[in-house]
């Protein structure tokens, strides 16, 4: 199984010392750009469409995040879990730990299923 990470540059460092490739980004943008050449095999700059320009990504199966990346992604990420596609995502805290009060996809289909065990 493939995995790339996508987060903070310490954490993309930590990553490729146990063989996973990833992608540093310091903003939303850069977080949008990333997960789209991911997911979709490309990505729209300055009114062009550019092909995917990260091959290492090519036939990921999981797609780390931190939680602030996946801040940053909002209905990108979501409507993405939703599709049910291939990569999986997953998110875990980043470098300066777990962000308070932040809901995670678990608790928000609790909530709407209504089970809480």
Not at 22 to 43: K, L, N, Q, Y
Not at 70 to 95: C, K, M, T
């Amino acid at each position: 199984m493939d995995y790339y990470f996508i987060g903070d540059p310490e954490l993309v460092t930590a990553f490729r010392f146990i063989g996973i490739e990833g992608t540093a980004v310091r903003d939303a943008a850069e977080a949008v750009s990333v997960f789209r050449r991911i997911t979709e095999g490309w990505v729209e700059e300055a009114g062009a469409a550019l092909p995917n320009s990260l091959p290492e990504a090519e036939g990921c199966q999981v797609l780390i995040l931190t939680e602030e990346t996946a801040g940053w992604l909002d209905e990108f990420l979501v409507n993405w879990q939703i599709s049910g596609r291939y990569p999986l995502v997953v998110e875990i805290p980043g470098i300066m730990g777990r962000i308070a009060n932040r809901k995670t996809l678990v608790d928000s289909i609790r909530e709407a299923i209504g089970i809480h065990v």
